[in-house]
């Protein structure tokens, strides 16, 4: 099981990137996949997650209207494109896969996943 992020890098603020996480070693459709971040000094947290099977998906607060989340089964990639960002979107952002299903508020549990990426760089500048 492997997770691998792609697509970060340096944006002004105001604008837009995607993130790619490729998957491999196990199926999408059973599977939820998150996105986490981890900004300087902070605790990780969750950001957004969708899940393998239904493609339902949650997202957090603060990013709920300027991320969206999606995937592609057949190729097994999850993608998080990010819009109208902000300074404080700066973090290390992670995806992250697990078997469980629930609400938003369970799935944000990051003991539930067994398996990480390395993380990708996102950084807006001001």
């Known amino acids: 099981v492997q997770l691998v992020e792609s697509g970060g890098g340096l944006v002004q603020r105001g604008g837009s990137v995607r993130l790619s996480c490729a998957a491999s070693?196990?199926?999408?459709?059973?599977?939820?996949i998150a996105w986490f971040r981890q900004a300087p000094g902070k605790e990780r947290e969750g950001v957004s997650c969708?899940?393998?099977?239904?493609?339902?998906?949650h997202y957090a607060d603060s990013v709920k209207g300027r991320f969206t989340i999606s995937s592609d089964n057949a190729k097994n990639l999850v993608y998080l494109y990010m819009s109208s960002l902000k300074p404080e979107d700066t973090a290390v952002y992670y995806c992250?896969?697990?078997?469980?299903?629930?609400?938003?508020?369970?799935?944000?549990?990051?003991?539930?996943?067994?398996?990480w990426g390395q993380g990708t760089q996102v950084t807006v500048s001001s």
């Open positions: 992250a896969a697990t078997y469980s299903t629930g609400t938003y508020q369970a799935l944000m549990n990051q003991r539930l996943y067994g398996s």
């Open positions: 070693g196990f199926p999408l459709d059973y599977c939820t």
């Open positions: 969708i899940n393998g099977r239904d493609r339902s998906t």
